[in-house]
Structure formats: C-alpha cells, structure tokens
C-alpha cells in the first residue's frame, strides 16, 4: 500500500487538465483547509475532491468490491477514510465552502465533470468568453 499514491493521480491529473482548459484557476492539495482538498477554487469557494471508488467505498460501484482475503481489515480502513471525508466536507460546509466530489467511475465522461463543477459554481460552461457544448469529448 506504500505506492497508493494519494496525489496527482490520473484521474486528478485529467480533472485538473479539463478544468484548466474551462478557464478555471485554482489551488492543489491546500493543507489550510480541512480533508486537503485536491483541488480549491478560491474565486468560488469550491473544494473539489476527486475519490477512488475502492478507496472511499463508492456506494452501488462495481470498483468498489473489498477483496476477499482480509474483508475485515478492508472494511474497517474503507469505513475510517468515509468517516474522515464525512468530516472533511461538514468542516468545509461550516466555513462556507462548497464541495464537489467527483467518484473515479464518474470521469470517463468530461460533461459529467463540467456539470457538476458548473452547477456548484453557478458558472455556465464558457471558454474565453463563448459558450461550449458539454456533450462529452
């Protein structure tokens, strides 16, 4: 488990790379607030978390299967990184910031992605001033 990285992983990476191309800007991995946010968009007070499904024990996920051997061991380290991100994202609510969390099976779609984050900043899909199709590229 000491090669699990925890930042700048793929699915981040693309994240950052769509919302980079939106016109975005924003802060990584900010310390200050709670849960380390990989992604904080200060102009909206946004917080973005992009989760692994096995990892944060994504609901109904077909990725978010515990393995056989250990289950307990598993179960309880899966239920700790739940309950760590519950109070991560009640903490941010109560200093006003918004949060997104963006699941690993959400990302193959980029509308999924401008959507949500869109809807949370109340920003239309623009680029450079023009309105663009989020049908999914």
Same mark, same amino acid.
């Given at each position: 488990?000491?090669? *699990?990285? &925890?930042?700048?992983? @793929?699915?981040?990476?693309? *994240?950052? @790379?769509?919302?980079?191309?939106?016109? $975005?800007?924003?802060?990584?991995?900010?310390?200050?607030?709670? &849960?380390?946010?990989?992604? $904080?968009?200060?102009?909206? /007070?946004?917080?973005?978390? *992009?989760h692994g499904c096995f990892w944060h024990g994504h609901e109904g996920c077909k990725?978010?299967?515990?393995?056989?051997?250990?289950?307990?061991?598993?179960?309880a380290k899966i239920e700790a990184n739940r309950?760590?991100?519950?109070?991560?994202?009640? /903490?941010?609510?109560?200093?006003?910031?918004? *949060?997104?969390?963006?699941?690993?099976?959400?990302?193959?779609?980029?509308?999924?992605?401008?959507?949500?984050?869109?809807?949370?900043?109340?920003? &239309?899909?623009? /680029?450079?001033?023009? /309105?663009?199709?989020?049908? &999914?590229?």
């Amino acid at each position: 488990m000491s090669r *699990v990285r &925890g930042r700048n992983t @793929k699915p981040e990476l693309r *994240v950052r @790379k769509l919302l980079h191309s939106l016109g $975005y800007r924003f802060r990584l991995h900010r310390s200050d607030l709670p &849960g380390k946010p990989d992604i $904080y968009l200060p102009q909206h /007070k946004l917080a973005v978390f *992009v989760h692994g499904c096995f990892w944060h024990g994504h609901e109904g996920c077909k990725r978010s299967k515990l393995p056989e051997t250990r289950a307990e061991f598993w179960t309880a380290k899966i239920e700790a990184n739940r309950n760590r991100d519950t109070v991560a994202v009640n /903490k941010l609510a109560e200093q006003g910031i918004a *949060v997104v969390t963006l699941w690993e099976c959400e990302l193959r779609n980029d509308s999924t992605i401008i959507d949500r984050i869109a809807e949370a900043t109340g920003r &239309g899909c623009e /680029k450079n001033g023009e /309105k663009t199709e989020t049908n &999914g590229s």
